[in-house]
């Protein structure tokens, strides 16, 4: 079964950090560009990164650029996104996601999420 | 800021035609993809590059692009399709946003 599982989530203070993972399984990991997602519960969806399939390309939301780090290894089929200095604006549910392999920046599977709450 | 401009709901009897619309200025020339949200759920891709559809998607979706507007066609609703829905896409400097979301309503 394809499936992603996100970890890492959880309570942080303004200007702490977090590192979110985010482990695939039944699929070729080194194949596919990854994405991280966030949601506000009851709120619309934020893109916030993407990285190539060797990880030599990022990409990342104005809003988080220079606080957020987009990693992978592809040898622990696990996707990473290292949060620092957070803000209160940054909490919310982060979803990672797989890029299709036609067209990578249509995410065709999605994990189920992991919480952030960033609060003092 | 680039931004996606999608109405905030839809309502529609079942059997009938919802239509989901997207506008943006960059959306002539970037593709759009769109995503069916239900509540307490990810999302799911339902349409890919203006008009191709995943694998396992039902055909009563459709999506289509008209100069800065793209429209996610539901044909045929049932109640099943209740759900937000969100397009994504990204200007010509490479920022990538999602519409505001439309929330469908079956009646």
């Known amino acids: 079964e394809v499936q992603l599982v996100e970890s890492g989530g959880g309570l942080a203070q303004p200007g702490g950090s977090l590192r979110l993972s985010c482990t695939a399984s039944g699929f070729a990991f080194n194949k596919y560009a990854m994405h991280w997602v966030r949601q506000i519960p009851g709120r619309g969806l934020d893109f916030v990164s993407q990285?190539?399939?060797?990880?030599?390309?990022?990409y990342y939301v104005e809003s988080v650029r220079g606080r957020f780090i987009v990693s992978r290894d592809n040898s622990k089929n696990t996707l990473y996104l290292q949060l620092d200095n957070v803000r209160m604006e940054d909490s919310g549910v982060y979803y990672c996601a797989r890029g299709l392999l036609a067209a990578p920046y249509a995410m065709d599977v999605w994990g189920q999420g992991t919480r952030v709450t960033v609060s003092s | 800021s680039y931004e996606l401009t999608q109405p905030p709901s839809v309502s529609v009897s079942p059997g009938q035609t919802a239509r989901i619309s997207c506008s943006g200025h960059?959306?002539?020339?970037?593709?759009a993809y769109w995503y069916m949200q239900k509540p307490g759920q990810a999302p799911v891709l339902v349409i890919y590059k203006d008009t191709e559809r995943p694998s396992g998607i039902p055909e009563r979706f459709s999506g289509s692009s008209s100069g800065t507007t793209v429209t996610l066609t539901i044909s045929v609703v049932q109640a099943e399709d209740e759900a937000d829905y969100y397009c994504h896409s990204a200007d010509n400097s490479g920022t990538w946003v999602f519409g505001g979301g439309t929330k469908v309503t079956v009646l």
């Open positions: 960059a959306l002539s020339n970037q593709f």
């Open positions: 990285i190539t399939i060797d990880g030599d390309r990022t």
